[in-house]
């Protein structure tokens, strides 16, 4: 019996790295860092229960991500995004998710609608009851994921991935702003409806409508005065 390439491939195991990485990712997506707080490594190294070393390669990959910035005198920070950056990463998020709905609307399994469907109904019951910010990152985390998932595009999962990572350095501020969650669950429901009746095209213009209106919501909050930290 001869063996494959697969057979020979040794289950890859979650290097300490990557673990530290994910939780620290987590935290920042999370809202648990703020924008512009200080990343200390002594605090970090505590928490977490790793070394320094693991903290440092940790921040250099999120820094690469765009996550974590490095200032002169104040060592790593949240990083912060200007109102030109988020033109740029809002412009660039209408293209790609519109394709995303495109291509779902044409390619979706059964099982990917689902998916969006329990997802659209996820963020319904959370604007109708209320509940924490985590919460909320976390359904709107799912939406975007079951969007992904059913345009069944790799390379769309790899350039979205980076934008929503720096998208939800905004997402809860800008969520918090009166009106915005019962728009935005809205704008969802039309994405979705278009999804599921198969019609790219209104699937595109749907997704592209709410990242006009997420840009306005964003630009918004950063036109506001910030705290100093």
């Known amino acids: 019996m001869s063996l494959t390439e697969e057979?020979?491939?040794?289950?890859?195991?979650?290097?300490?790295?990557?673990?530290?990485?994910?939780?620290l990712r987590n935290a920042i997506v999370s809202g648990r860092f703020k924008p512009g707080e200080r990343l200390i490594e002594r605090?970090?190294?505590?928490?977490?229960?790793?070394?320094?070393?693991?903290?440092?390669?940790?921040?250099?990959?999120?820094?690469?991500?765009?996550?974590?910035?490095?200032?002169?005198h104040r060592g790593p920070t949240v990083s912060t995004i200007t109102a030109d950056?988020?033109?740029?990463?809002?412009?660039?998020?209408s293209v790609l998710e519109g394709l995303a709905g495109e291509q779902f609307a044409v390619r979706g399994t059964e099982a990917d609608r689902r998916a969006l469907t329990n997802a659209t109904k996820a963020l319904a019951r959370w604007v109708d009851k209320g509940g924490d910010e985590t919460e909320l990152i976390t359904i709107k985390t799912q939406f975007y994921n079951a969007l992904i998932?059913?345009?069944?595009?790799i390379f769309l999962r790899q350039m979205l991935t980076v934008i929503h990572n720096r998208v939800t350095l905004l997402r809860v501020?800008?969520?918090?702003?009166?009106?915005r969650m019962a728009q935005s669950l809205a704008e969802i429901r039309e994405i979705h409806a278009a999804i599921l009746a198969r019609d790219p095209v209104a699937a595109r213009a749907a997704c592209e409508?709410?990242?006009?209106?997420?840009?306005?919501?964003?630009?918004?909050?950063?036109?506001?005065?910030?705290p100093e930290r």
């Open 7 to 23: 057979d020979l491939r040794a289950p890859r195991a979650i290097t300490l790295r990557e673990h530290v990485e994910a939780r």
């Open 43 to 72: 605090q970090l190294c505590e928490l977490m229960a790793v070394s320094r070393p693991s903290i440092r390669e940790a921040m250099r990959q999120l820094e690469a991500e765009g996550l974590v910035t490095t200032q002169h």
């Open 85 to 93: 950056e988020a033109r740029q990463l809002y412009a660039v998020r």
């Open 173 to 179: 501020t800008s969520m918090s702003r009166p009106g």
């Open 209 to 226: 409508r709410h990242i006009a209106a997420a840009t306005t919501a964003a630009l918004a909050v950063l036109d506001e005065p910030q």
């Open 149 to 153: 998932d059913g345009a069944g595009n």
